[in-house]
């Protein structure tokens, strides 16, 4: 696709074969460069705002890049035209068979572990605070739900002064406030992954400070990223009943 996409935007037409330079075609040249225009502004407001991106933020640049895409073949003798296209709906039809197989979150994974191994009302830590919906969702029925670092039941997430609330939140002092939370559970269940932006390397913080009260963990479940865009690790703690 990236072949296609320099042949359209890098080669204009002549008396003979294609010739390199910047398209002709006023039409690809506007929607070429808004979008190119697009992408550097959202990086740049991103970058002044220290806020997250996501691979999706760029779904705009879809129809520049499928239009350069055409020309390029266009500009491609017909045998090999035709091939390039065969080979890219091939390719492409294996990506999408793909990401249509693989589930958004590993939070049902857990869910059901939790669920079948859990006692009602054991307490289920989410760190970060953004895999919790999705949890409280499924397992606040039966069991105590809890995101990290507010300690609130998870149903949402407060965005606002995110960054900040964050930066100053202690591991350290979040285990004790679980430890104490948790009362006589039979177990405490941690659902966490490191990595999320602003919180670094505070998920793994948190699960070393619970085996530091609660004894070591065990992980029934470990996060499979390759799988699941949202992936995490369960941890399973005796709780402080047992």
Do not use: K
Not at 52 to 61: I, K, L
Not at 130 to 141: I, N
Not at 146 to 154: I, V
Not at 182 to 201: K, M, P, Q, R, S
């Amino acid at each position: 696709l990236t072949v296609l996409v320099v042949l359209g935007l890098g080669t204009r037409s002549g008396r003979g074969p294609a010739e390199i330079g910047w398209t002709e075609l006023p039409w690809l040249r506007t929607t070429a460069g808004t979008g190119g225009a697009t992408v550097l502004l959202g990086a740049a407001v991103s970058l002044a705002t220290d806020s997250a991106f996501q691979g999706r933020y760029a779904v705009f640049c879809f129809v520049p890049v499928v239009l350069a895409a055409g020309v390029g073949l266009r500009r491609l003798p017909q045998a090999a035209g035709v091939s390039a296209l065969l080979l890219l709906v091939v390719l492409s039809a294996t990506s999408v068979a793909r990401e249509l197989s693989r589930d958004r979150t590993q939070i049902g994974v857990v869910a059901a572990v939790v669920d079948g191994a859990g006692v009602d009302g054991d307490p289920v830590v989410f760190c970060p605070d953004q895999l919790a919906p999705a949890g409280h969702r499924l397992l606040a029925d039966r069991f105590t739900t809890m995101a990290y670092p507010a300690l609130d039941d998870g149903r949402t997430v407060d965005w606002a002064d995110y960054a900040e609330r964050n930066a100053a939140a202690d591991p350290e002092a979040v285990a004790d406030r679980i430890v104490i939370a948790a009362g006589g559970a039979a177990n405490v269940w941690l659902v966490w992954i490191d990595g999320y932006e602003t919180f670094a390397d505070q998920c793994g913080r948190l699960h070393a400070a619970l085996a530091g009260r609660l004894g070591r963990a065990t992980r029934p479940v470990g996060a499979d990223g390759d799988e699941f865009y949202n992936a995490a690790n369960l941890s399973r703690y005796n709780g402080p009943g047992r």
